[in-house]
């Protein structure tokens, strides 16, 4: 499986963006997740959303970022309102299944850069 990000961009502080991410095959049985890694930090989660829909988020991001999936569509998205400059970041998603045979996917990231 092959994930493909987009959406990212500049933005002023306050914004919004949306980002999407597309696997090239079946993820409905994988969660799906958004990670960040701003220069000179390690990458970190911002959210995951579950085959059924149980989402999980940092606390950085609670009530500002949404995250959602479309499993027919095999795509997930991460909506990102409110944003702060400490919010700019090189976004990935992961596609990753648990149950055996354990697979986990890295798209390629998709820059945000918030400006103040």
């Known amino acids: 499986v092959q994930l493909q990000a987009s959406g990212g961009g500049l933005v002023q502080a306050g914004g919004s963006l949306r980002l999407s991410c597309v696997a090239s095959g079946s993820t409905s049985s994988f969660v799906m997740g958004w990670y960040r890694q701003a220069p000179g930090k390690q990458r970190e989660l911002v959210a995951t959303?579950?085959?059924?829909?149980?989402?999980n988020y940092a606390d950085s991001v609670k009530g500002r970022f949404t995250i959602s999936r479309d499993n027919a569509k095999n795509t997930v998205w991460l909506q990102m309102n409110s944003l702060k400059p400490e919010d700019t970041a090189v976004y990935y998603c992961?596609?990753?299944?648990?149950?055996?045979?354990?697979?986990?996917?890295w798209g390629q990231g998709t820059l945000v850069t918030v400006s103040s």
């Open positions: 992961r596609s990753r299944r648990y149950v055996t045979p354990q697979l986990d996917y």
């Open positions: 959303v579950s085959s059924g829909g149980t989402t």
